[in-house]
């Protein structure tokens, strides 16, 4: 037994009942999972979750579906890092890492999949869909493929080739599609009235899709002993993981988990080339206008965020801020993570880092907090982008004294660099 | 003649047909033309003020009407509208 209630309209409050259903028939507005909190806060405890399985499965209470064996390749309880040598660089105090490139598709995009596909299939769904920018792709046609699902998988033609490698072993259907990701996303949509039969995680079964994402603020106040961070900086694409991180802090607090009520402020990460809700925070508006991407980061490449505007909400009731890097902040941001701690990110972590650090400089982010960076997928995925700036230091012949004039020679260069 | 593609939760409205052809100059005139021959369109793609809800997208042929001169875009014959929810995706 699950505790969901039903689910609910953001926009106008009609309720529905909990189906494959993600928009509301009225408005249109996005549906949200509902739970009695109240039956929810009467099972759930510290110690039933400590004793649970070391994913996100230890958090069913706080998922919108409960199964004995869920659709599961072990996404979640990925290490909270933390990360004294960045913060030093950075100007900060008490900084961590949540890394999520551990999971096992590597990226956060494992979370919201189980937890989707789970419910799918107990809806009666044999199909797993979605449209993606990369690691959503990664992660249906794996769990598919471990549920036995068929999958359809739709991508942008343009993507980085180990996501589009790592799309398509798994066997099910992939379709490079000629168009943006915005494009790529209509099609769905569309193609959701045309096939309802397939569980499109991220369009007909969105509203489980995106619970999953609270597993993340689950995990890290667990892993800070039952505590939440003050400041949390999450990469925004559509703005679903970021206003779900913020519901699961609070949901924390309702349940009972958490001894005081969490104030965290929430501050999102886009690139420059894709940033319509830094900009809509920057300008002040309540609008968020559509945008062509155009930048490196792929996987955030959404030019019209469906949950834009309610990140834009999350962000300024939280007190946090949003801010958008350049693509070359981007590579400086995941070289720095990897140099510092030794974690390689791709071009989403880049985004976080150069926010992170944008945002510590300006002061907005500051050294008597408590922080914590959301980074959400593995750089082996991306690294094309780091192709003209990171490399070998030298090729060399297999004699000591090769090797001996390459050492004296980046001695030499490095000696230079740092005058 | 304008192609309008219906989305599955406004499919009520035109006894389940996904595709209506209209006739109309602008975006805007094809939408009240819809809600002319289909009562209940314009309750719920437009919002109070006329415009069209946070939440309802329409694309003629391929493009966002955002993009292009919103419900004052014009339009020619032989081109698609498709009316798409906005919550998906990410
Ligand atoms: C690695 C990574 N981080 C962050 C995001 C953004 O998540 P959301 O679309 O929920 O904002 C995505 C995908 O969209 C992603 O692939
Ligand atoms: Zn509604």
Redesign the interface.
Known sequence: MDFVSGLRCR?CGRTYPAEAL??C??????LEVTYDYERVAATISRERIESGPRSIWRYADLLPVRDAAPVDLGAGFTPLVRADRLAAELGLGELWIKDDTANPTGSFKDRVVSVALTKARQLGFKVAAC?STGN?ANSVAAHAARAGMDSVVLIPHDLEKAKVTMTSVYGGRVFAVQ?S???V??L???L???Q?EWA?V??NV?TYY?EGSKTLAFEVAEQLGWQAPDHVVVPI?????LTKVAKGFAELYTVGLLDEEPSVRVSGAQAAGCSPVATAFAEGTDVI??V?PDTIAKSLA?G????G?YALDTIRRSGGACAAVTDAEVLDGIRLLARTEGIFAETAGGVTIATLAKLAAEGVIRSDERVVAMITGHGLKTVEALADVVGPTATIAPTLDSFAEAMAADAASTLRSSL | MIKV?????L??LTGGV?EVPMEGATVGEVLKGLDAAHAGFAE??FDADGGL?????V?LD?E?V??LDGLGTPVTDGQTL?I???????
């Open positions: 926009e993600h928009v028939d009225f408005c249109f507005g996005p449209a959503l168009g990701y915005d494009d996303n209509r769905c949509a569309e959701t009235s045309e309802p499109f991220n369009v969105r995106a694409g559509s703005g679903s993981q206008r559509p062509k959404i019209n965020p469906a949950d505007w | 593609r219906i989305p599955a939760q499919r009520t996904g719920r793609i809800r946070r939440f309802v997208n694309f391929e966002d955002r993009f498709s798409v929810p906005a919550v998906a995706g990410g």
